[in-house]
């Protein structure tokens, strides 16, 4: 059974997710990781970008779309000077936007693949 706070995790995670995949990020996942111990979140969203324009492009429109959406701006962000990785906090959610190799690199996906994926869309009513 989810609680309201799950919900409202779930929808800023997909919110963020939609706007990056409308913003041509490039493999876009959500990991639920409220049953994995340890996690630091209950949701990752993951996305690519190919250069550090794009990818710091990628962080200010998450960044919009969520304040003007839920009123609430990231917690915490880092890396936006060499946008190589960025880290945006929502404290249930926190999103990691990668240059390519980065991503390859620290491969964040297979640290956390404990983690369920989440269908990216939104549910319709």
Not at 35 to 61: K, M, R, T
Request: aromatic share 8%.
């Amino acid at each position: 059974m989810t609680n309201q706070r799950d919900k409202e995790a779930l929808v800023l995670a997909r919110l963020a997710a939609q706007i990056l995949d409308e913003k041509k990020a490039e493999a876009v996942r959500i990991l639920d990781l409220r049953q994995v111990q340890g996690a630091p979140c209950e949701y990752f969203v993951i996305a690519s970008g190919n250069v550090p324009s794009h990818v710091s492009a990628l962080s200010d429109a998450v960044h919009e779309a969520v304040k003007k959406a839920t009123g609430q701006g990231p917690h915490k962000v880092e890396g936006y000077q060499n946008a190589e990785w960025i880290l945006m906090d929502y404290f249930d959610v926190v999103v990691h936007i990668f240059q390519n190799e980065k991503r390859a690199f620290y491969r964040l996906d297979e640290l956390w693949s404990d983690g369920q994926e989440v269908d990216v869309r939104t549910e319709k009513a």
